[in-house]
């Protein structure tokens, strides 16, 4: 249930405030009765009848009140999970690491809200509705047990719907959410490949098959939205029929034989439908939950997941070495290569040397620990830590071909949101070579989406500083200025090669030999026995 992620005095306060609201409709039932009782015992009680028409006014008052705190209390609640359930999804889907992000975005931004509508919200009011409905059968029994009786038993009829409706409901979702997956991706892909649709005249194209995509989500949420009314169509006919006119009825021939007053009938009625109503909404709102139950299972997946803590300690490095390292794919079961044998030293430069597609990506994520070797061993001060990603990883720093920037300022791209002493990020911006684009523009400033706002020599020191800032022993770079000129490569490998501290091992294709005299060490990996 997903109200257990809220606050237990939350949910007690709701329930509280939920069992007054729902004394309202027996409040006013009762009232209804004497007033009733008054008007036809043919007495000409003006007072009296005015009397309790005023109190059951001001009884109103009151119960609005109470319900202002109930509909504040209901939105706090419904904040509140919706808040825990987001940070439990996004935190998974991070530790994750997805290459395919189209699940996710579609998971966090529609289905999430889905799961927030139809399932927090339904059990909220499913639980107002069950007091109404106690609350409500209680006070019937009180004052006819036989006309409670009858309304009991044809509440069977809008039960019955519910029960074949619901595994409908459950498959109509689950088609809902897979199309809406695809809609999400391709939307995304429209608007990130805008420039090349212009490009090549293909705009009509790219967009055709985004509408085409959102036409089989939107019909996948109209025959799921259709289904649910009709379903709920079936439920309140079938308690119009069962659970109010033969009901009535049968009242009705009661009262004609004496054995039932008028003002009792009236409330009876009014109480029936009252706690009627309560389950025709009950049996929606389970229909509601069930449409939820494809992603509160994807979301029980991640609140029952442990964040494991990954900060090893590292407060040394005395080298690290490679080993008779080889790699054979899972699923292909094809070797990428074997016999790779490398050793580095504190503040080390190596090149690593290889043609496109020799696999020097699936070396750095070897080293890393994301990926486990078929052959061989991976040791860091003598340790190894093969596969290990929990050891490995915290002493590596990474500058990618393409570094992501997120938009938001300069001063949290660098940071990453860490608190960091202000003169240690300076001097890591310094080193980087940042130093111009601070002064400029400061630490506050925006880079944009995609770092559109920075240059790519620009980016690529802000990816710099970012490693610099960690203070880890041994720094990868992945092909890192292939994409930039050859005055910036030279200028980034500068201030890579440069700082004394910091071991690098970069991987590249194509370098100029200016730049090869800067490293200690060049290993050609192509010659070590590719597959």
């Known amino acids: 249930m997903s109200l257990k992620y809220a606050r237990k005095s939350q949910v007690a306060l709701f329930s509280f405030l939920a069992a007054i609201k729902a004394c309202n409709v027996l409040f006013v039932a009762y009232m209804l009765k004497v007033m009733l009782n008054i008007a036809s015992s043919g007495k000409a009680d003006y007072g009296r009848l005015v009397g309790f028409a005023a109190l059951t006014a001001g009884g109103q008052l009151l119960f609005m009140a109470s319900n202002f705190f109930y509909e504040t209390t209901k939105m706090n609640i419904i904040r509140s999970v919706n808040m825990t359930l987001k940070e439990a999804n996004l935190r998974y889907l991070i530790d994750q690491n997805s290459l395919d992000t189209k699940d996710g975005l579609s998971f966090m931004t529609n289905d999430l809200k889905q799961i ?8 909220l009011d499913i639980i107002y509705q069950s007091l109404t409905f106690v609350g409500s059968l209680a006070f019937a029994l009180y004052n006819s ?11 069977l009829a809008p039960a019955g719907v519910q029960m074949i409706t619901s595994k409908i409901i459950t498959k109509k979702s689950k088609i809902w959410t897979q199309k809406n997956a695809v809609y999400t991706q391709y939307v995304s ?3 990130n490949g805008a420039q090349s649709a212009r490009l090549y005249n293909v705009r009509t194209n790219i967009v055709k098959r985004a509408v085409g995509a959102a ?3 939107e019909t996948a949420l109209r025959n799921m939205t259709l289904t649910q009314a009709w379903a709920l169509e079936l439920i309140y006919s079938a308690a119009e029929l069962f659970c109010f006119i033969i009901p009535c009825t049968i009242g009705g021939i009661m009262m004609m034989q004496g054995r039932l007053a008028v003002g009792t009938l009236v409330m009876m009625v009014d109480l029936a ?4 109503s309560p389950v025709v909404t009950l049996f929606n709102e389970f229909n509601q939950v069930k449409s939820t139950v494809p992603m509160w299972q994807r979301t029980q997946r991640a609140l029952n997941y442990v964040q494991k803590d990954d900060d090893y300690p590292v407060d040394h490095f005395d080298g690290m070495e490679i080993r008779d390292v080889a790699y054979v794919t899972k699923h292909s079961k094809r070797q990428i290569f074997e016999h790779v044998n490398i050793k580095i030293k504190p503040g080390e430069k190596i090149l690593l040397m290889a043609p496109s597609g020799w696999g020097k990506t699936t070396l750095l994520r070897l080293m890393l620990g994301i990926y486990t070797p078929s052959h061989g061993e991976i040791l860091i001060n003598g340790e190894e830590v093969t596969g290990d990603w929990y050891k490995a990883h915290n002493f590596y720093s990474y500058v990618n071909q393409k570094p992501f920037m997120f938009d938001d300022t300069l001063r949290f791209n660098v940071t990453l949101g860490r608190q960091v002493d202000e003169e240690q990020l300076l001097m890591a911006c310094h080193e980087a070579g940042l130093d111009d684009l601070i002064q400029e523009n400061g630490l506050d400033y925006p880079v944009g989406e995609n770092g559109n706002n920075l240059s790519g020599g620009q980016i690529q020191r802000v990816e710099i500083a970012r490693a610099l800032l960690s203070g880890r022993p041994i720094l990868l770079a992945d092909e890192a200025t292939s994409a930039l000129d050859p005055r910036l490569s030279l200028e980034i490998h500068e201030t890579l090669l440069g700082n004394p501290k910091v071991a690098v091992i970069e991987v590249a294709h194509k370098i100029s030999d200016v730049e090869k005299a800067m490293f200690d060490q060049i290993i050609v990996l192509d010659k070590v026995k590719p597959a």
């Open 145 to 155: 047990w036989e006309m409670t009786l009858v309304f009991i038993v044809a509440t």
């Open 273 to 276: 439908i009252n706690f009627i």
């Open 189 to 191: 892909d429209s608007l």
């Open 215 to 217: 036409g089989d989500m």
């Open 116 to 123: 927030e509508t139809n399932r927090v919200t339904a059990q």
